[in-house]
């Protein structure tokens, strides 16, 4: 996993966008915005994702698959659609089995975007609250892990007016040590 400030640039959601030279965020300042990492390598990885997922009370699980070859012609508009900024009420959870892609986290106050390229074997773990996006790259397809604790809250709440002050968001931010 490779975390990085996205550089704003118009352009293909896929591409890098990565400033030059870039500005990388280490794991400590992603960890100070309630965002967790690990490395579990795929070959064997069960055991110690269930361990994880048994010390945070992850139950249930499931798998998607996304990919250009097998969505077809619906697949622009999806990947649109995951690129749209929001929260959910409830923690995302993912572990990368194969492909790749971008998880873009809203830094609080800067409003920046960071980031966050993940590839096979990462285990990402987005809080409750804060506001993200996400994209395939240009590789085009991902397979991934859904965890979640006992049914899924995968609601997305487009970011507005009214999500700022969502008791989820709010938390999010008091838990970050931003806002009131
Ligand atoms: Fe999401």
Redesign the pocket.
């Known amino acids: 996993m490779r975390a990085y400030y996205f550089d704003n640039l118009p352009g293909d959601q896929r591409a890098p966008h990565d400033y030059v030279p870039s500005q990388p965020v280490d794991a400590s300042a992603l960890a100070k915005m309630s965002v967790l990492s690990w490395h579990i390598s795929v070959e064997g990885y069960e055991s110690q994702v269930d361990a994880i997922a048994r010390e945070r009370g992850y139950k249930n699980r499931d798998t998607i698959n996304v990919s250009k070859e097998g969505m077809g012609e619906v697949y622009e508009a999806k990947i649109k659609g995951f690129f749209e900024e929001?929260m959910?009420e409830d923690e995302?959870i993912r572990y990368i089995l194969s492909g790749s892609g971008f998880f873009d986290v809203r830094e609080t106050p800067s409003d920046a975007w960071i980031r966050i390229a993940v590839a096979p074997g990462d285990l990402l773990v987005?809080p409750a609250g804060i506001y993200?996006r996400?994209t395939l790259d240009e590789t085009d397809a991902i397979k991934a892990l859904r965890l979640f604790q006992d049914e899924p809250k995968?609601v997305?709440h487009a970011r507005s007016q009214a999500t700022d002050v969502n008791v989820h968001r709010v938390g999010y931010l008091q838990a970050i040590g931003v806002g009131a």
Request: glycine share 0%.
């Open positions: 929001h959910h995302e987005l993200h996400f995968w997305p």
